[in-house]
Nanobody, 123 residues
Framework: VHLVESGGGLVQPGESLRLSCAASGDIFGIKSMDWYRQAPGKGREVVAEITIDGPANGSVKYADSVKGRFTISRDNAKNTITMYLQMNSLKPEDTAVYYC????????????WGQGTQVTVSS
């Protein structure tokens, strides 16, 4: 599975950004996709998750820090999955490198990461 993020940038507090993550390759076993972020000097934290497969397909979860401001979604095409993160009312503390992650149903389970995209919120 190959993941490529896009959409990061520099915005002012209160503004919006939309991140995209395109998944290609052996996408048929993917069970969930997530957005993580890592701020300078801090560990990587999960921001939002969407279930891709199974009875909970489409269910979403958010970190408390982004609830009500961020929305995760995805589009399925024949050979790709594109995941989005709509980020509204951005705050300086949202500044981080945002990473796309995917997990699959295989054994041993695979975990895949994108290269990351920088989001900077500053006035």
């Amino acid at each position: 599975v190959h993941l490529v993020e896009s959409g990061g940038g520099l915005v002012q507090p209160g503004e919006s950004l939309r991140l995209s993550c395109a998944a290609s390759g052996d996408i048929f076993g993917i069970k969930s996709m997530d957005w993580y972020r890592q701020a300078p000097g801090k560990g990587r934290e999960v921001v939002a998750e969407i279930t891709i497969d199974g009875p909970a397909n489409g269910s979403v979860k958010y970190a408390d820090s982004v609830k009500g401001r961020f929305t995760i979604s995805r589009d399925n095409a024949k050979n790709t999955i594109t995941m989005y993160l709509q980020m509204n009312s951005l705050k300086p503390e949202d500044t981080a490198v945002y990473y796309c992650h995917a997990g699959d149903n295989y054994f041993p389970p695979g975990n895949y990461w994108g290269q990351g995209t920088q989001v900077t919120v500053s006035s």
